[in-house]
């Protein structure tokens, strides 16, 4: 029996079935590399849902947490911490707008605060409603899922105390429709992530801006998977020119530690007065600590330029591969979706596993590829290698029209 299956039959014993069992335990990583806990190693393009921006045990993030733990780990918000006022500034900066920080603990908690935000903004005026998109992904506790457009998962768990108005992702004309001088806000991923990294038609969000705008509803961008560095600027809706008056973030922040923020731009930063929202953990010293080091290491090393160049790299040998199962990429920066022509996405993960790589299929025909934002050239080509043999394998050269 493998140290692998050993592990599984643990953690099903004991663990709930919300996820199933993972293929692989993972006991360690390095750069890019995790290892199994059989020793297997693999070149991680997925980075943990991108989180992982700076790679595993990378030094600067391990000097952060290190050093801040042994300081000082937990104050509670009836204390102030250094690192999250300093962690706050930097946003603030890298926003390069006016605004005001919240922090929380995760993507869907960051969502959660971003929706009472709105909810507070618009009472007043008599905004009773919320816009959110088809197929789009906002985390999984209730305020959040409400807007979260995805049936299969919303589903089960409403009705909820919140009206949201789906509209179809890139559709200016719905939304135009869809937002009135009664409605709160309308909350939109830059680019849809859990969807398939679907990017919107260009313009799109210069439409939810100017519709905002004319309604005085406020534009929530969840930047929870797309921002920190990921598509190469430091948050996406910056290559579009627009600015949000809120925008949530998490994943990529903290570089695997837990940690989540909600950015308010001008009057967007002052709704949440004394006592509105809380959160114990949120703005934890340990957490966002580690988030500065993420960020000054993004810096200092050049790594947005490096995000754009290695992106630009990884999409064009993927199209060198002239692969018969793939259709095209889509995506910018580091977050690319693979998509397919056939509904084999699993199987070609599956073999790329086998072969030592892990990428995401995170729709029946589309693989995402979110590595690490210190991934090399180097790095990115043995994966395009094992890519073309992945998809033979997943579509054998036999059975083609
Ligand atoms: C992952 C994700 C969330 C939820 O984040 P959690 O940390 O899992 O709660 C919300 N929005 C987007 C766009 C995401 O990708």
Request: proline content about 6%; aromatic content about 6%.
């Given at each position: 029996?493998?140290?692998?299956?050993?592990?599984?039959?643990?953690?099903?014993?004991?663990?709930?079935?919300?996820?199933?069992?993972?293929?692989?335990?993972?006991?360690?990583?390095?750069?890019?590399?995790?290892?199994?806990?059989?020793?297997?190693?693999y070149l991680d393009l997925f980075a943990g849902i991108a989180v992982s921006s700076l790679g595993h045990?990378?030094?600067?993030?391990?000097?952060?947490?290190?050093?801040?733990?042994?300081?000082?780990?937990?104050?509670?918000?009836?204390?102030?911490?250094?690192?999250?006022?300093?962690?706050?500034?930097?946003?603030?900066?890298?926003?390069?707008?006016?605004?005001?920080?919240?922090?929380?603990?995760?993507?869907?908690?960051?969502?959660?605060?971003?929706?009472?935000?709105?909810?507070?903004?618009?009472?007043?005026?008599?905004?009773?409603?919320?816009?959110?998109?088809?197929?789009?992904?906002?985390?999984?506790?209730?305020?959040?899922?409400?807007?979260?457009?995805?049936?299969?998962?919303?589903?089960?768990?409403?009705?909820?105390?919140?009206?949201?108005?789906?509209?179809?992702?890139?559709?200016?004309?719905?939304?135009?429709?869809?937002?009135?001088?009664?409605?709160?806000?309308?909350?939109?991923?830059?680019?849809?992530?859990?969807?398939?990294?679907?990017?919107?038609?260009?313009?799109?969000?210069?439409?939810?801006r100017d519709v905002c705008d004319a309604t005085g509803a406020l534009f929530i961008a969840d930047e929870?998977?797309?921002?920190?560095?990921?598509?190469?600027?430091?948050?996406?809706?910056?290559?579009?020119?627009?600015?949000?008056?809120?925008?949530?973030?998490?994943?990529?922040?903290?570089?695997?530690?837990?940690?989540?923020?909600?950015?308010?731009?001008?009057?967007?930063?002052?709704?949440?007065?004394?006592?509105?929202?809380?959160?114990?953990?949120?703005?934890?010293?340990?957490?966002?600590?580690?988030?500065?080091?993420?960020?000054?290491?993004?810096?200092?090393?050049?790594?947005?330029?490096?995000?754009?160049?290695?992106?630009?790299?990884?999409?064009?040998?993927?199209?060198?591969?002239?692969?018969?199962?793939?259709?095209?990429?889509?995506?910018?920066?580091?977050?690319?979706?693979?998509?397919?022509?056939?509904?084999?996405?699993?199987?070609?993960?599956?073999?790329?596993?086998?072969?030592?790589?892990?990428?995401?299929?995170?729709?029946?025909?589309?693989?995402?590829?979110?590595?690490?934002?210190?991934?090399?050239?180097?790095?990115?080509?043995?994966?395009?290698?094992?890519?073309?043999?992945?998809?033979?394998?997943?579509?054998?050269?036999?059975?083609?029209?």
């Open positions: 029996m493998t140290e692998t299956s050993q592990w599984q039959n643990r953690y099903d014993a004991v663990m709930m079935p919300n996820y199933g069992t993972p293929d692989v335990v993972l006991s360690s990583g390095d750069g890019c590399i995790v290892t199994d806990v059989d020793g297997k190693t045990n990378h030094p600067a993030l391990v000097e952060a947490v290190n050093r801040q733990v042994a300081t000082i780990a937990h104050t509670s918000n009836l204390f102030v911490n250094e690192p999250e006022v300093v962690l706050a500034e930097k946003l603030v900066d890298l926003l390069g707008a006016p605004a005001r920080v919240l922090f929380t603990n995760s993507g869907t908690e960051a969502n959660e605060a971003a929706l009472k935000l709105a909810i507070l903004h618009g009472k007043s005026a008599g905004r009773g409603y919320v816009v959110a998109a088809e197929d789009g992904f906002h985390g999984r506790t209730l305020g959040a899922l409400s807007v979260t457009g995805k049936a299969s998962i919303r589903e089960p768990f409403g009705p909820f105390g919140i009206d949201v108005r789906f509209v179809p992702y890139g559709d200016a004309d719905a939304l135009k429709n869809a937002v009135t001088t009664e409605c709160a806000a309308v909350i939109m991923e830059p680019t849809q992530g859990e969807a398939g990294v679907i990017p919107p038609p260009p313009g799109y969000l210069q439409v939810v929870v998977q797309s921002g920190i560095g990921r598509t190469g600027t430091w948050f996406a809706h910056q290559q579009h020119r627009v600015l949000p008056d809120v925008v949530t973030l998490a994943k990529g922040l903290g570089g695997g530690l837990p940690i989540g923020a909600v950015l308010g731009v001008g009057d967007a930063g002052t709704v949440l007065t004394k006592g509105m929202h809380g959160s114990t953990f949120g703005g934890n010293a340990v957490t966002t600590a580690a988030a500065i080091a993420v960020l000054d290491t993004i810096e200092t090393d050049g790594l947005l330029q490096h995000v754009v160049m290695a992106g630009h790299h990884l999409a064009s040998g993927v199209r060198a591969l002239r692969h018969p199962l793939v259709a095209h990429t889509r995506g910018s920066g580091l977050w690319r979706g693979i998509v397919l022509v056939e509904d084999v996405a699993a199987e070609a993960a599956g073999a790329l596993r086998e072969a030592g790589f892990i990428v995401n299929p995170v729709r029946p025909s589309v693989l995402r590829v979110s590595p690490p934002l210190i991934v090399t050239l180097d790095q990115l080509d043995l994966f395009l290698d094992a890519l073309r043999d992945a998809l033979d394998a997943a579509y054998p050269p036999g059975e083609r029209p």
